[in-house]
Antibody, heavy 122, light 112 residues
């Protein structure tokens, strides 16, 4: 059973960089043709897709966040990471990592981490 | 403003059938992209409920079903139970700007 666990600071200062890591257990991050993704959810609001990465390092990002987002992978540690620069209060949210299944016509998310709350505040 | 449109809330009595709609456009659902559904209880991560329009992961009761037609999709729940009270989100892909994933705004299901 694949498990994902987010980790990182729960408080980030405005204009700084938010950095989170997702550790995958129960299987190798490189096994199978999976992508790995970050999704966030502001308090009381809906889900927003941030971006995804393949274990080759290939990435796709939400156009609305593309200028500020970097997703990377460390296969030796079975981890992938998120960096979001120049954060504001609007970036405060629960951040989820998830595994991505590729279909003929799209992608979906079958395993999710529990999420980690990040608050942007001074 | 979500790319996919869902009703903010639906309600039903135990035992009833409800449906939740998910309306997109010709750049996502109407372009042929699959629709997937997630169930989320307060304070927990979303859980995959329906994948590739109509398929249920192992462990999801057959009371839950999905359909897709044109630029829309629907989630149906029959034999409504109190434990179905949760938020439900649809998700698809979009062709604009090299393609990206989009969610509906979510629907709060209340079991009366």
């Amino acid at each position: 059973q694949v498990q994902l666990q987010e980790s990182g600071p729960g408080l980030v200062m405005p204009s700084q960089t938010l950095s989170l890591t997702c550790t995958v257990s129960g299987g190798s991050i490189t096994s199978g043709s999976y992508y790995w993704t970050w999704i966030r959810q502001p308090a009381g609001k809906g889900l927003e897709w941030i971006g995804r990465i393949y274990t080759s390092g290939s990435t796709n990002y939400n156009p609305s966040l593309k200028r500020r987002v970097t997703i990377s992978v460390d296969t030796s540690k079975n981890q992938f990471s998120l960096k979001l620069t120049s954060v504001t209060a609007a970036d405060s949210a629960v951040y989820y990592c998830a595994r991505v299944i590729v279909t003929t016509w799209g992608y979906y998310f079958d395993y999710w981490g529990r999420g980690t709350l990040v608050t942007v505040s001074s | 403003q979500s790319v996919l449109t869902q009703p903010p809330s639906v309600s039903g009595a135990p035992g009833q059938r409800i449906t939740i709609s998910c309306t997109g456009s010709n750049s996502n659902i109407g372009a042929g992209y699959d629709v997937h559904w997630y169930q989320q209880f307060p304070g927990t991560a979303p859980k995959l409920l329906i994948y590739v329009n109509t398929n249920r992961p192992s462990g999801v009761p057959d009371r839950f079903s999905g359909s897709k037609s044109g630029t829309s999709a629907s989630l149906a729940i029959t034999g409504l139970r109190a434990e179905d009270e949760a938020d439900y989100y649809c998700q698809s892909s979009d062709t604009r700007l090299s393609g990206f994933e989009v969610f509906g705004g979510g629907t709060k299901l209340t079991v009366l």
